[in-house]
């Protein structure tokens, strides 16, 4: 019995909506990776440059995010968890993409 109670705690955990928050992404470790994708950049400007930029979208994300649906944080935060390197600038362009198809 206590093996079938910790599988339900564990799929209940699987369960839980996009909360009302801006999901946490480290964004070193993301732009590092991107930056191990791209070949004859400097790397320490670079780095620099990507992390102010996560920062940036971090932050347009913080007024955006509640005012967009459930529907349209799952599904692009969804997204984001595709890949291995979540991204804010990609998750907010997502957001916006909606808004703008959404819009007559």
Same mark, same amino acid.
């Given at each position: 019995m206590p093996i079938s109670i910790s599988m339900m705690i564990l799929g209940a955990q699987l369960l839980v909506p996009v909360a009302d928050n801006v999901p946490k992404f480290d964004?070193?470790? =993301? $732009?590092?990776?991107?930056? !191990?994708?791209?070949?004859?950049? &400097?790397v320490g400007q670079s780095l620099k440059s990507c992390v102010n930029d996560e920062q940036k979208a971090?932050?347009?994300?913080?007024?955006?995010?509640?005012?967009?649906?459930?529907?349209?944080?799952? =599904? $692009?935060?969804?997204?984001? !968890?595709?890949?291995?390197?979540? &991204?804010?600038?990609?998750?907010?362009?997502?957001?916006?993409?909606d808004q703008w198809v959404l819009k007559p």
């Open positions: 964004m070193a470790r =993301s $732009c590092k990776l991107d930056l !191990a994708a791209t070949a004859g950049l &400097s971090r932050r347009q994300l913080g007024a955006l995010w509640t005012k967009m649906s459930v529907a349209q944080r799952e =599904s $692009c935060a969804g997204q984001e !968890a595709v890949g291995g390197t979540p &991204s804010y600038v990609s998750l907010l362009t997502c957001l916006q993409m």
